[in-house]
């Protein structure tokens, strides 16, 4: 728009500048005929003076209007220079600013191919890490479950050693009787045979009454006591309690017939 009016301007300056130029060679041509190889009279002369003189002022303002014009003219010119180096420079930040625009909407759409690729990936690990999980949960849940498995056949192992020691050792005591039976008359058994109840309910209250000393041997007299433990001593067959009736301590009567009297309300 400003070009456009500039170019207007220009347009009226150039043709006034014309108009201007028209009237003063008009003026010059009409000078030079009042200047011609003519005998003038006095009156004459002094017209062509007047004349000249009108011709002189009315060729002034023209060429006053006409230097004013070209000025104003050369001013637009400069204008329209200057508008048009910086419509170029404009012309030339906007195609910058496109090709930049274009790099970034290139860039986006890589930002966001690539932010998808991402999402999708991270997509992935996440269902592989709740398959690595559930995995890790079954694993440790196996574990558990042959931790336990094995603790019961440890405890089963060490139940049969246990018993195995027990049985041997009972083996052991029971040739280890068997033999003193033979060798010393006085020996009668071990205490835990001695005392079986009748009824199996009451094999509890027999083992707590009886104690440490279940497993213990049961013989006539202190000396046959001391003949089997030197016996056993000689023998390395083992070591045994011996429990001799003649140095026992039998409760009275009465506190037995209360400790029975317990037993049965049991």
Known sequence: ????????????????????KDEYDEAVRSQATARGDVTLT??????????REAAAVASAKPRQA???????????????????????????????????LKELIVRKKTIEEAVEKTKAELEEKKKELQTTEKSARES????????????????????????????????????????LKRYFPGVK????????????????????AGGKDMDAVVVDTKQTAVDCIQYLRSNQVGTATFLPLDSLQIPNPESTERIRAMVESE
């Open 1 to 20: 728009e400003t070009l456009q009016k500039l170019d207007t301007e220009i347009t009226e300056y150039t043709e006034t500048e014309s108009q201007l």
């Open 42 to 51: 006095e009156e004459q002369q002094v017209e062509y003076d007047t004349i």
């Open 66 to 100: 006409l230097n004013m014009a070209n000025r104003r003219l050369e001013s637009a010119r400069a204008n329209v220079i200057s508008l048009t180096e910086d419509v170029n420079d404009r012309k030339a930040r906007k195609n910058d600013e496109a090709v930049k």
């Open 140 to 179: 440790q849940q196996k574990r558990e479950a042959i931790d336990m498995e094995l603790e019961q056949i440890n405890h089963k192992l060490r139940d049969f050693r246990d018993d195995q020691r027990k049985n041997q050792h009972e083996a052991r005591l029971n040739e280890a009787i068997a033999s």
């Open 189 to 208: 058994d071990r205490l835990v045979k001695l005392c079986q109840p009748t009824q199996k309910r009451f094999d509890l209250a027999v083992t707590v």
